[in-house]
């Protein structure tokens, strides 16, 4: 690979098919369709040598003026040892502003987010696999288009940011599930297609015991499908997964800047399960 002079360029949907190639060499299960999501939802770099060859990307995706990912940081494994996963994190930095950014970082990764004024505040698991028919949940049912704004209020508050864009992607691509108690909707959960099959989050709710019926609705509805979900380690939500048979296949660790603006009040809702780990 020819790498003497690279460039960081703003990503556009003609440096799509490179982005894949390296998030295939870094063994990540991303799709064309999963990275043009990403790419609708957010802003973002790559990194390309003077023949147009993609050797590395960075995406930002913003939350209103509350916060953003830092996401879908990779590097050409020939284009490593320059200091090029630096200046895409210093691209990304930028774009964010003064937001307060996250991210989920690896073990490796983990100095050079620590130099650049990252914190870490928890763990991220991964669980996948392929679930038998399980017993169908009581009280959840498919969300309708009125729910919506109901969903928006629930994530934001356990998220502590508007994700409206966002979520309104997950529902043109897939699925939403509400639970409703008294006509008022308690939690949620959604459903799309991502990587080798489909992926639950996020998961909303006041508890873990309804957590797992939101999850439930969705495992119920894919008998034996290929299913991912990526939790914190804080919800407990781990040993229920692993005695449904879903196997722990990595994670990372959730980072956070302090960033300007004021936590808000801490809500009684959680976020049980993370859209992913690139959205949180």
């Known amino acids: 690979m020819h790498t003497s002079q690279i460039d960081l360029v703003a990503f556009g949907p003609e440096h799509l098919e490179g982005a ?3 998030s295939l060499q870094a063994g990540w299960p991303h799709r064309p369709e999963d990275w043009q999501t990403a790419l609708a939802v957010s802003r973002g770099i790559a990194a390309v040598t003077d023949d147009r060859q993609v050797v590395g990307t960075a995406l930002v995706t913003p939350y209103g003026t509350d916060c ?7 590097v050409d494994e020939a284009a490593r040892g320059r200091g090029l996963g630096r200046r895409l994190m210093q691209a990304a930095l930028e774009i964010g502003s003064e937001r307060q950014l996250r991210l989920v970082a690896t073990t490796d990764g983990l100095p050079l987010y620590e130099k650049l004024g990252f914190q870490p505040v928890g763990t991220i698991l991964q669980y996948q696999g392929k679930i038998p028919a ?21 994530d934001r508050a356990a998220f502590e940011a508007d994700r409206r864009t966002l979520l309104t992607h997950i529902a043109k691509a897939g699925e939403f599930a509400v639970l409703r108690r008294a006509g008022r909707i308690q939690g949620f959960a959604a459903l799309r297609a991502f990587g080798r099959g489909d992926v639950i989050g996020p998961v ?7 957590a797992c019926s939101l ?8 008998p034996d499908a290929f299913l991912r979900i990526d939790t914190t380690a804080d919800t407990e939500l781990a040993p229920w997964l692993e005695s449904l048979g879903f196997a722990h296949v990595g994670g990372g660790i959730a980072m956070r800047t302090a960033g300007r603006t004021e936590a808000p009040a801490r809500s009684h809702y959680k976020t049980y399960a993370l859209a992913n780990q690139a959205f949180g």
Do not use: H, K, Y
């Open 204 to 210: 909303v709710a006041e508890n873990l015991q309804d």
């Open 20 to 22: 894949v190639a390296l």
């Open 134 to 154: 399980i017993a169908a949940p009581d009280g959840i049912e498919p969300a309708c288009e009125a729910d919506f704004d109901a969903v928006m209020a629930l």
């Open 68 to 74: 953003a990912t830092i996401n879908m940081v990779i």
């Open 215 to 222: 999850i439930s609705f969705f495992i119920v509805s894919r």
